[in-house]
C-alpha cells in the first residue's frame, strides 16, 4: 500500500518560441507530452516497474499558456487496480510578474506495469489522505470503466459503477 505524495512528481519549464501557435500560446500537442512524461514517472515511481500509457482518459485545456510562461505538471496516483494506474496530472501557470499561480488545465491518464516482455504486472494497491485523494480515487473506477467501453474492452452493461450514474433503482 503506497500514498499519492509518495510517487508525486512535479515538473517545472518554461514555454519557448519553438513550442507555441500561431497565437503565440502553448501548443496543445507539446503540453500533452510534458503531462504524459510527468504522469509516467508518476507511474513508475508507484508500481517500481517499467510502465506503458494505456490511455488519454481526459484533457480539458481551460486556460490558454503564452509564450515565456512558467508552466508546473504537477502527477499524482489517483487509484491502482490490478495492474494499471489512474494519474491525475494538473497543470499550473505562474506569473511571474505578479507571482500569481493559476490552474490552466488539467488530465487523466491510464498507466499499465509491464515486465521486460511488454505483460502487464501488479501493482501495489493506493491509501488516498486528502479529500481531494479520495474524490478522485472514488470516482476512477467509472473512468475505468467508461475507458474500457470506448476502448471495446467492456460491455456497458458490465460498466456497473456508471450506469449507476444514469440510473435510479
Ligand atoms: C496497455 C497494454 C499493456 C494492455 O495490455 P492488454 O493485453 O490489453 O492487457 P489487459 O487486458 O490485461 O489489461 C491490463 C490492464 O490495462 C487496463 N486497460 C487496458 N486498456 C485500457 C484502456 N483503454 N483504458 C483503461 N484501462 C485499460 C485493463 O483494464 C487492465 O487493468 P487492471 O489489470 O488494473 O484491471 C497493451 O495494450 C499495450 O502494450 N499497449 C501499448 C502501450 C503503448 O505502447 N503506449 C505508448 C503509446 S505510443
Do not use: C
Not at 508552466?71 to 494538473?90: L, Q
Not at 491510464?110 to 505483460?119: E, I
Amino acid at each position: 500500500m503506497k500514498t499519492p505524495k509518495e510517487s508525486l512528481t512535479v515538473m517545472t519549464d518554461l514555454v519557448l518560441p519553438s513550442e507555441t501557435n500561431p497565437l503565440n500560446n502553448l501548443f496543445g500537442g507539446e503540453l500533452l507530452a510534458r503531462m504524459d512524461r510527468a504522469a509516467s514517472i508518476t507511474a513508475r515511481r508507484h508500481s517500481n516497474q517499467l510502465v506503458v500509457t494505456a490511455s488519454v482518459n481526459h484533457v480539458s485545456f481551460g486556460r490558454t499558456v503564452p509564450l515565456g510562461s512558467i508552466v508546473t505538471v504537477e502527477a499524482k496516483v489517483s487509484r491502482a487496480f490490478k495492474t494499471s494506474m489512474e494519474i491525475y496530472i494538473d497543470v499550473w501557470v505562474n506569473d511571474s510578474l505578479v507571482g500569481q499561480r493559476k490552474k490552466a488545465n488539467e488530465g487523466i491518464y491510464t498507466f499499465v506495469a509491464v515486465n521486460q516482455d511488454g505483460r502487464p504486472v501488479e501493482v501495489p494497491q493506493l491509501q488516498p489522505e486528502t479529500e481531494e485523494e479520495k474524490d478522485r480515487y472514488a470516482s476512477a473506477l467509472r473512468r475505468k470503466q467508461l475507458s474500457l467501453i470506448l476502448a471495446k474492452k467492456m460491455h456497458p452493461m458490465d460498466a456497473t459503477e456508471l450506469k449507476a450514474l444514469f440510473l435510479k433503482d
